[in-house]
């Protein structure tokens, strides 16, 4: 901005600066450090998953972003045909702004397995995206996603299925329901 006063010429310079939260690495380990991490975590921060499995259930609670450096898999019990049953969720988006990626590489998706009542769940949150993320789950009646009462919620990329045994049992891999706004699913296999 720049202007004239009665003693000459003023020029001011005005600088807008984006606050931008830390970035938080995350290794796997015992116990909960994917959990430990997003409840530490301000909101606005990055968390860095290292390659590797957590076998935990998580809650983001807290605007955040999550990014995958390789190939990241998710929930309590992992291995040839396991998802546990135990947790209704495994990763429960339970914020707005939330952003969740996997890795970069050709196969370094984020692999969320497991959930009693359904694997991934967006229920009343808005401007939620996810990319690279897939899900499945084992248990009967369970969905690998579920969106409910949302809003503004975009999915790119990734693969959802219910792999349950029980044919009775067998509910659809992507249940989307009550939407609030638009839901925008793009190459996303259901």
Partial sequence: VSG???GGHITVMML??????????VAPG??????????AAAPGDKLVLAAGSYYEAVVVDKRLKMVAEGQVTIG????????????A????????????QGGHGVNDDMIIQGGGTTAVRI??????????????????????????????VKIQGGGFSNFSTSV??????????????????????C
């Avoid at 045909?81 to 947790?87: H, K, L, R, W, Y």
């Fill in 123 to 152: 229920s009343g949150r808005s401007n939620v995206k996810l990319r690279k993320v897939g899900a499945f789950t084992f248990c009967p009646g369970a969905s690998a996603l579920a969106i409910e009462a949302a809003a503004r």
């Fill in 168 to 189: 009775a049992g067998r509910a659809p891999a992507c249940r989307v329901a009550d939407l609030t706004g638009r839901i925008d699913l793009r190459h996303v296999v």
């Fill in 16 to 25: 807008a600066t984006v606050a931008r939260g830390a970035i938080v690495q």
């Fill in 4 to 6: 004239h006063s009665a």
């Fill in 76 to 87: 309590p019990e992992q291995g040839a045909q396991q998802s546990s049953c135990t947790p």
């Fill in 89 to 100: 969720f495994v990763l429960d988006v339970a914020a707005d702004g939330v952003r969740i």
């Fill in 30 to 39: 015992p116990g909960t450090p994917l959990q430990d991490a997003i409840d």
